[in-house]
């Protein structure tokens, strides 16, 4: 079984609905990520947590929310879907500093 | 605020050729610098990293890379590149103490047979 993994894996919605992207993770990490990717802008960070009481906005947050629910689980809301969301985006944790990010397989949301 | 910048977008190598992919970055002290690889339709996964022990780091399928301080760089290479690597490479930096994971905009690499 995969070590991180997000639900669902495609998704396709109107502009203006509410949807939310799961993640969860069996590798015991304490520190989690969002990331969206797009061609040519790399991977962006929407939001982190290093722990379930510790919530942090990335560098694209505006749009998003996001809950910690456990220490395995970070879920990715987009409270009003827009096209510009459109997006490839991917969970990723880690154990601490210096150690590296294990990714999700991703999900791609498409807002029509 | 850190930066990692990846020269050139996309590289396109022989097959059984080097393969160089680079990638300097911005830190005031030696960060965690990480090369990961991404193949069509799947997620990222780590070629290799390096961790302040030797400054030479080898990874997985024949990849490796130097850490050069001087240089704040941390180029990707490969002696001899087969049609299997093909695949964008992103280069990431975590400066520590705390910090997020900063990545490149990523480099899509071509094999020609």
């Known amino acids: 079984d995969a070590d991180v993994t997000q639900t669902p894996r495609n998704r396709i919605t109107k502009t203006g609905k509410r949807i939310m992207l799961e993640c969860s993770q069996t590798k015991g990490h304490d520190r989690m990520y969002w990331y969206r990717q797009d061609p040519g802008l790399g991977l962006r960070l929407i939001y982190y947590?290093?722990?379930?009481?510790?919530?942090n906005k990335g560098e694209i947050s505006d749009g998003y929310s996001v809950s910690r629910q456990a220490q395995a689980k970070f879920s990715l809301s987009l409270e009003s879907a827009i096209p510009n969301q459109t997006a490839l985006y991917f969970c990723?944790?880690?154990?601490?500093?210096?150690?590296?990010?294990?990714f999700g397989p991703g999900t791609r949301l498409t807002v029509t | 605020a850190q930066s990692v910048t990846q020269l050139g977008s996309h590289v396109s190598v022989s097959e059984g050729a080097l393969v160089l992919l680079r990638c300097n970055y911005s830190?005031?002290?030696?960060?965690?610098l990480f090369w990961y690889v991404q193949y069509p339709n799947q997620g990222l996964q780590l070629l290799l990293k390096?961790?302040?022990?030797?400054?030479l780091v080898k990874g997985i399928n024949g990849f490796e890379a130097e850490f050069k301080k001087s240089e704040t760089s941390f180029h990707l290479t490969k002696p001899s590149a087969h049609m299997s690597d093909a695949a964008e490479y992103f280069c990431?930096?975590?400066?520590?103490?705390?910090?997020?994971?900063?990545f490149g905009t990523g480099t899509s690499l071509t094999v020609i047979p």
């Open positions: 390096y961790t302040s022990a030797a400054t």
């Open positions: 830190s005031s002290v030696p960060p965690y």
């Open positions: 947590s290093f722990d379930v009481k510790d919530i």
């Open positions: 990431a930096v975590n400066p520590g103490h705390g910090n997020q994971f900063y």
């Open positions: 990723a944790t880690s154990e601490r500093d210096g150690y590296e990010q294990y």
